[in-house]
């Protein structure tokens, strides 16, 4: 089972979150495309461009946090922070 955790934080606060399931065969990757698209769906946003330091951090912590750079149109949050939280 894959799990994917997304946040957004306002004024270092949570906002809101949601979990995101992936029981399919695919790979690692297209597992956390397909999550966040599903956030990006559930909580109405762009969906966000995959900087060069976003990939890295990504890489390094299995967590990312999307700012306002990543996105094309304006967000009235501070930043959507996702995060592997089970892999099988």
């Not at 999550?35 to 461009?49: R, S």
């Amino acid at each position: 089972m894959f799990r994917l955790w997304a946040k957004v934080f306002e004024n270092n606060h949570l906002i809101k979150d949601t979990v995101i399931e992936d029981a399919g065969e695919d790979t690692r990757t297209h597992k956390v495309f397909h999550a966040l698209d599903e956030v990006c769906y559930q909580f109405d946003l762009g969906k966000p461009i995959w900087l060069d330091s976003t990939i890295q951090d990504f890489k390094r912590h299995d967590k990312a946090r999307f700012t306002q750079d990543n996105f094309i149109e304006t967000i009235d949050f501070d930043y959507l922070e996702i995060h592997v939280i089970e892999e099988d």
